[in-house]
């Protein structure tokens, strides 16, 4: 028995076929090209929303540290994200009443709002007394 191939082609059930005409269909394509415009420009706004947190992949780029145990000591270290921190410290007064450790030092830092932050400060027998553009005077 011969088969036709014709007859082994199946029709539809519904005719998904659309008559537009060429004024609609240049319509649809804009739609289409707007939608995906807009769906970008969303995902590129999400994505420059993101914070990057750079401090997690930190590196310690300079470290010093002397200190013979008694007496003056020098502390400080530059980290890849900008962070920095510096402290030297003296006695005061050596042999008397009054002796008491003076410590100088500065740090600084990119803040999450992106201004970099500095502060200076002092510390010695008279309290911690810090000093920077963002802070009140």
């Known amino acids: 028995m011969k088969r036709n191939f014709q007859?082994?082609?199946r029709q539809p059930a519904i005719d998904w076929r659309?008559?537009?005409s060429s004024s609609q269909i240049k319509m649809i394509r804009l739609a289409i090209r707007n939608l995906l415009f807009i769906a970008f420009a969303l995902l590129v706004a999400?994505?420059?929303a993101i914070p990057v947190d750079s401090s997690k992949d930190a590196k310690i780029e300079n470290y010093e540290f002397e200190n013979i145990g008694v007496g003056?000591?020098?502390f400080g270290y530059k980290t890849s994200d900008g962070k920095e921190f510096f402290e030297h410290a003296i006695f005061k007064n050596v042999g008397t009443d009054n002796q008491a450790l003076e410590v100088t030092g500065r740090?600084?830092?990119l803040g999450?709002?992106?201004?970099f932050y500095e502060v200076t400060y002092t510390a010695d027998e008279n309290g911690?007394?810090?000093q920077?553009?963002?802070l009140p005077k």
């Open 7 to 9: 007859t082994l082609i």
């Open 18 to 20: 659309f008559n537009f």
């Open 46 to 48: 999400a994505a420059a």
């Open 72 to 74: 003056p000591y020098d």
């Open 107 to 109: 740090y600084s830092f």
């Open 112 to 115: 999450s709002d992106g201004v």
């Open 128 to 130: 911690f007394h810090p």
């Open 132 to 134: 920077g553009a963002h």
